[in-house]
């Protein structure tokens, strides 16, 4: 199965961000709804619970971690463990590694069930990310909003719709200066998968 198409997989277009900067190809992974499929079905779904602000909620979508084993990532008071890659997402890995030149050592996913499952506003700008983190996500399945508000004046507002195969990347300043948010989407009745590429540093890795 050859999930990339070979004229657009190697693209980009750089939005408007400045020392921000924000990737896009709409059309990375051709055969998304094959992989879409494959990871509802292989990968180890959970529904964790977070704490904000001293209160414990469970996340509003289901979540899988992989990555080289014994890396562990750590956020609003979770701790995702990897124990190794998937062939499939291994693979994605070497292709984006080799798109962006980077060493991603981990995967977080969110399957969002449906319209009603978001992912509120926050910035992945914790301190094993490093200063200025690439983050690669991708999206497979129902297309959603993918909103950015900048954190000093949030009246600043972006918008794009991720389709299904899409490729975003996240750069430069972009978790500094912006926070962004999958919002729910009434209509919306299929799922989507999204998938993102860290490389969280910590001294054992
Ligand atoms: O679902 C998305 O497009 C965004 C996911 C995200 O921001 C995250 O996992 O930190
Ligand atoms: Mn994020």
New binding site residues.
């Given amino acids: 199965m050859d999930l990339f198409d070979p004229i657009d997989r190697e693209t980009l277009d750089w939005l408007e961000f400045g020392a921000s900067r924000v990737g896009l190809n709409q059309h990375y992974v051709t055969d998304q709804q094959a992989l879409y499929q494959q990871l509802c079905d292989e990968c180890q779904w959970s529904q964790p619970a977070v704490f904000l602000f001293g209160k414990r909620h469970k996340v509003p979508r289901l979540n899988a971690f992989y990555g080289d084993s014994g890396v562990e990532y750590r956020y609003s008071g979770l701790t995702h463990r990897a124990e190794g890659w998937p062939a499939s997402l291994q693979m994605l890995k070497t292709r984006i590694d080799s798109l962006l030149g980077t060493r991603f050592n981990t995967v977080?996913l969110?399957w969002y069930r449906d319209g009603g499952d978001t992912?509120g506003y926050?910035a992945?700008d914790e301190a094993v990310l490093g200063p200025e983190p690439t983050i690669a996500?991708i999206?497979l399945g129902a297309p959603r909003r993918?909103v950015m508000k900048r954190r000093n004046d949030p009246k600043v507002k972006r918008e794009v719709m991720?389709e299904g195969g899409s490729l975003p990347v996240m750069a430069g300043r972009f978790q500094h200066d912006w926070l962004?948010a999958?919002p729910a989407a009434r209509r919306v009745r299929e799922g989507r998968i999204?998938l993102?590429f860290r490389r969280v540093n910590s001294p054992e890795h």
Avoid: E, K, R, Y
């Fill in positions: 977080l969110n992912m926050h992945d996500s999206s993918f991720l962004h999958v999204n993102t």
